[in-house]
């Protein structure tokens, strides 16, 4: 995310303004548990995340569920009753802020049960004995929490392709943020295009200069 912050004419920041929270905090866990080789791959997505942004708190929970819909399939058992919860508190809640507009994170996250049917039974029969009010809106801490706990689950998932699996993720995450906004906040669209920053032709070769690099921290999204 430092160098989304570059291009789009921001401070240097892994936080920067011209990406959606939510998204920022996806990319980062996404980096941080792909492995050496397959992070300086993410460099051909860095440009776009910039401009996505919304202060609508749907996106945060519908990202939460997209993460949670790509772990529950591969990840641990005992992750998986965790995440179970927390994606079916944080699906209901969405309905009661307003639904997920455009996208149909409902189905994504069926199959992802469908893969993990015991995982769904056990989370149900927890949530039934524990929780005595389902929350009317659901917070940022919680939708980031279950990204992070998606994202080190793939990471760690006994399976032959994480990397694979994380960069999936986050490009569906991508494609959620640009159809959710331009449906939700039309003004946000096109993507963010900043007064001040490098050219095309700067920006294009120094996305290959950090495809290029063995040095783990050049390689941050």
Known sequence: MEFASFLAGERWSDHPACTHAGLAHLARMVNDCSSDRARSKLATLIPTVIGLTTD???????????????????????????????ALVASAGLDLMGGAGPIDIRGSLNAA????????????????????????????????????SSIDGIGRACISNPDDQLRMLLT??????????????????????????????????????????????????
């Open 56 to 86: 609508d708190k749907r996106l945060d929970v519908i990202l939460a569920l997209r993460a949670a819909s790509a772990a529950l399939p591969v990840v641990a058992e005992e992750r998986q009753h965790s995440l179970a919860v927390g």
């Open 113 to 148: 049960f469908a893969a993990a049917p015991e995982a769904e039974r056990w989370a149900r029969a927890f949530i039934a004995a524990n929780l005595r009010r389902q929350p009317t809106e659901i917070s940022v801490r919680h939708s980031h929490s279950i990204i992070a």
């Open 172 to 221: 569906a995450a991508i494609d959620d943020s640009v159809e959710f906004i331009a449906a939700t906040d039309p003004a946000e669209i096109p993507v963010y295009a900043p007064s001040a920053g490098p050219t095309a032709a700067e920006a294009a070769a120094m996305a290959a200069s950090l495809k290029q690099s063995p040095i783990r921290s050049y390689a941050k999204l």
